[in-house]
C-alpha cells in the first residue's frame, strides 16, 4: 500500500497568542512541524511527507524546507489559499497526490504522536475505504463526537452541530475523534465533491467524509487508539500555551525515559531537556539541569555536567564539559575539558586534549591539539596550532568596524597575559609574547615579541 502523509499547518491557532504561526512553537527545541515531520519520517510505509501550508505561509514553508533538510527528505508544501475547514484542506491537497494509494491525514499541531500508535492504526486501517483514530475521554469538552450503531461508526459530529435527539446525550459521548485520519485516494476523489459548508461552522469537515463514506457503502472504521503515546494531550493536538506546556512535559520524560534506557546516565533526570533529534549514545553522562537542542551529537564516554546549554554541537567521547557553559554549532574532541563558564559559538573547534577554562569565549576559531586557554581570554576568527598556551586577559582584535581579519598562531607558542593581538597578524611557531603586549605586526618562529611601553619609576606624591 502507497501511503503518503498530509501535514496540516495552515491554521491560524488563534488561542495561541504569538506572533508566530502555531505549528512553529517549539518543545524542546524543535518546532511542533518539525516533531510531526520527525515521526512521520522514522515510519518506512509512508512515502512522500506533504506540508499544507496557509497563515504565515512563506514562514511554515521556510520551517518545513529545514526540518526536511535535516532529516534528508524531499520538503514538498501545498499552499491553502483560504482556510474554509479541514475538508476544504484535503480538497486543496488532492491535485498533488497522485495515484490510486492512500494518505495519512496529520496535524501539525500533534508533536506527540508516536510512531507507534500511528503503525497500529494504519494496520488495523489496511485495505479501507476510509479510518480514522478515536480516544475514549471522560470529559470529551469541545471535541468531534464518534457516533456508533451497534458498535460500527456511523458519524462523527461536532460538538457544536451535535444534536441529542439523533445521537443521544452529549455528556454520555465520550469517544472522540484525533483528527487521524486515512483515506484511500480513490475513495477520497468519489466523496470530496460531495462535501458541503452546511453547518453552523460554514466550513467544509473533514469528518462529513465518514457518513458520506457509509451512505455509499463504503469500508468505513474507527480505530482506537492502542500503543505507547496514547495520552490525550499526545493526540489531540496543542492550542493553548497552557497545552503547550504540559506536552513539553510529557515529551522532556519520555525522551528521558528513552535516553536512560538506551544507557545513557542521567543524573536529576527531569531536569535534562534533551531534543528528540539530538543524538546521545550510550555511556554518555549528563548532570541535570541541563538542556541540550538541535542536531547535537554526543559521543560515548563524554561527560556533561550541569547548567549548561548545548544546541548543535558535536561532543567526542572522552571529554568533560564542566559547569555553566554554553556551546552552538562547535565542535569538542576527544580528552578536551571545556569550562566552567566558557562558551563556545559556532564554527569553534577544540581540538583533542585542549582545555578552554573559565570566561573563555571561542568564536570561529580552531584551538589545536594540548592547546590551553584557561583564563578570561577572546579568540575570534583565529586559528591556533597546537601545544599553544595563552595567558589571562589574551584577545584577538579580529573586528576593525567594517571587516573581520584572522589570527594565525603557530605551533608550541606561548602568548602572554593581557595580550592584545591585532589581526591580521601571524605568530610563528614556538614565538614567545610578552605579557601586555599589543603586537600589530607578524612575530617570526622562535622569536620573542614585546610591544609594550617602558616601565617608568618616579617619587611618589605626598
Do not use: W
Not at 479541514?86 to 488532492?94: E, F, K, Q, S, Y
Not at 457516533?147 to 460500527?152: L, S, T
Not at 567526542?316 to 575539558?337: M, N, P, Q
Request: hydrophobic share 40%; proline share 4%.
Amino acid at each position: 500500500m502507497n501511503i503518503d502523509a498530509l501535514i496540516l499547518a495552515a491554521g491560524k491557532g488563534t488561542r495561541m497568542p504569538s506572533p508566530r504561526p502555531k505549528v512553529l512553537q517549539t518543545l524542546l527545541g524543535e518546532t511542533m512541524l518539525a516533531l510531526v515531520t520527525s515521526t512521520l519520517a522514522a515510519m518506512p510505509r509512508v512515502g512522500r511527507i506533504l506540508t499544507l501550508v496557509g497563515n504565515e505561509a512563506d514562514m511554515v514553508s521556510a520551517e518545513a524546507a529545514r526540518t526536511a533538510e535535516r532529516l534528508g527528505i524531499a520538503s514538498s508544501c501545498i499552499r491553502q489559499e483560504k482556510q474554509l475547514g479541514t475538508g476544504h484542506a484535503l480538497m486543496t491537497a488532492m491535485p498533488g497526490l497522485g495515484g490510486d494509494g492512500c494518505v495519512l491525514v496529520v496535524n501539525g499541531d500533534a508533536p506527540l504522536v508516536t510512531p507507534e500508535v500511528l503503525n497500529h492504526f494504519l494496520d488495523a486501517a489496511e485495505g479501507a475505504d476510509a479510518a480514522f483514530l478515536s480516544l475514549e475521554l471522560e470529559d470529551a469538552a469541545a471535541y468531534g463526537r464518534v457516533v456508533r450503531r451497534e458498535g460500527k461508526v456511523s458519524a462523527i459530529v461536532e460538538a457544536r452541530d451535535f444534536d441529542p435527539a439523533l445521537y443521544g446525550p452529549l455528556e454520555d459521548a465520550h469517544e472522540v475523534n484525533t483528527g487521524i485520519y486515512l483515506f484511500s485516494l480513490p475513495a477520497a476523489r468519489r466523496l470530496l465533491p460531495r462535501l458541503t459548508c452546511d453547518n453552523r461552522g460554514g466550513e467544509y469537515y473533514i469528518t462529513d467524509l465518514v457518513a458520506l463514506g457509509l451512505a455509499e457503502g463504503m469500508d468505513v472504521r474507527g480505530i482506537r487508539a492502542e500503543g505507547a503515546g496514547c495520552e490525550k494531550t499526545a493526540l489531540l493536538g496543542v492550542n493553548t500555551p497552557v497545552e503547550l506546556a504540559a506536552a513539553e512535559e510529557i515529551l522532556t520524560k519520555r525522551r528521558a525515559d528513552e535516553l536512560l534506557a538506551s544507557g545513557v546516565v542521567l543524573h536529576a533526570p527531569s531536569l535534562v531537556r534533551v531534543s528528540p533529534l539530538s543524538r546521545v549514545e550510550k555511556g554518555v553522562e549528563i548532570f541535570g539541569p541541563c538542556e541540550i537542542y538541535g542536531d547535537s551529537e554526543i559521543k560515548s564516554g563524554a561527560r556533561i555536567l550541569s547548567h549548561c546549554v548545548l544546541r548543535d554541537a558535536r561532543i567526542d567521547g572522552g571529554t568533560e564539559i564542566r559547569e555553566f557553559c554554553h556551546i552552538e554549532k562547535a565542535e569538542v574532541k576527544s580528552g578536551a575539558l571545556i569550562g566552567p563558564y566558557a562558551r563556545l559559538r559556532p564554527q569553534a573547534f577544540v581540538d583533542e586534549n585542549a582545555h578552554v577554562g573559565n570566561f573563555v569565549e571561542l568564536k570561529k576559531t580552531r584551538l589545536g591539539k594540548g592547546s590551553k586557554a584557561n583564563h578570561l581570554t577572546y579568540l575570534g576568527d583565529a586559528e591556533v596550532g597546537p601545544g599553544v598556551n595563552f595567558g589571562a586577559g589574551t584577545i584577538t582584535c579580529n573586528y576593525d568596524g567594517k571587516n573581520k581579519f584572522r589570527t594565525v598562531i603557530g605551533e608550541g607558542c606561548f602568548i602572554g597575559s593581557n595580550t592584545a593581538l591585532v589581526a591580521p597578524v601571524t605568530v610563528g611557531d614556538n614565538a614567545l609574547v610578552g605579557a601586555g603586549s599589543v603586537i600589530v605586526e607578524d612575530v617570526p618562529a622562535g622569536k620573542l615579541a614585546l610591544g609594550r611601553g617602558r616601565q617608568v619609576i618616579k617619587e611618589r606624591r605626598k
